[in-house]
């Protein structure tokens, strides 16, 4: 059975960091790429960023500015997602989605973790 | 990047009812669209990859249409279970992006 268990979200003050990760089992993690995705309660889907198989190739939305980082360690079936300057609208639940392949469309999503920026 | 605009927004409609969506795209995307479907409470589930190709399980009530920019997602006898929220995204270039969503109430 396909799992994906995020977990690091929780209230930050503005301008902090947090490191949300994800724990993938129930398939053979390094065969596919991994996305990012994000959610505001009532808000529409957004990507986030990808990474690919082997952590060669990252792409990231273009409102992040360059605040996050995205990076997999295939030893322990993980990825992971460094966000730094976190600004109110940065507060969503943040999702681990797979990949079909090598970076297209999802087929899977785990459960999100809840990212709240607040003073 | 490329923008998605979903029409319309929101709608209501009845059990029984053909329902259509549009996904209009900013430019030009091939066919490298795919539609999900979201219920509250849940994380999306892909109905249709590839603008035309329905995913495995999915009721062939479900359809897709376009290529190019302007796609369409058909439900031709609107069920209980399909009261939701339906998504586009293109993966045709890099970032990856979505429609605004479009939520279907009875």
């Known amino acids: 059975e396909l799992r994906l268990v995020e977990s690091g979200g929780g209230v930050v003050q503005p301008g902090g960091s947090l490191r949300l990760s994800c724990a993938a089992s129930?398939?053979?993690?390094?065969?596919?790429?991994m996305h990012w995705v994000r959610q505001a309660p009532g808000k529409a889907l957004e990507w986030v960023s990808l990474i690919s198989w082997d952590g060669g190739r990252t792409s990231y939305a273009d409102s992040l500015r360059g605040r996050f980082t995205v990076s997999r360690d295939n030893t322990k079936n993980s990825l992971y997602l460094e966000m730094s300057s976190l600004t109110a609208e940065d507060s969503a639940f943040y999702y681990c989605?797979?990949?079909?392949?090598?970076?297209?469309?999802?087929?899977?999503w785990g459960q999100g973790t809840l990212v709240t920026v607040s003073s | 990047a490329i923008q998605l605009t979903q029409s319309p927004s929101s709608l209501s409609a009845s059990v029984g009812d053909r329902l259509t969506i549009t996904c209009r795209a900013s430019?030009?995307?091939?066919?490298?669209l795919a539609w999900y479907q979201q219920k509250p409470g849940k994380t999306p589930k892909v109905l249709i990859y590839?603008?035309?190709i329905l995913e495995s399980g999915v009721p062939s009530r479900f359809s897709g249409s376009g290529s190019g920019t302007d796609f369409t997602l058909t439900i031709s006898s609107l069920q209980p279970e399909d009261f939701a929220t339906y998504y586009c995204q293109q993966f045709n270039i890099y970032p990856l992006t979505f429609g605004g969503g479009t939520k279907v109430e009875i």
């Open positions: 129930g398939f053979t993690f390094d065969d596919y790429a």
């Open positions: 989605v797979k990949d079909i392949s090598s970076g297209s469309y999802f087929d899977f």
């Open positions: 590839d603008a035309t």
């Open positions: 430019q030009g995307i091939s066919s490298a």
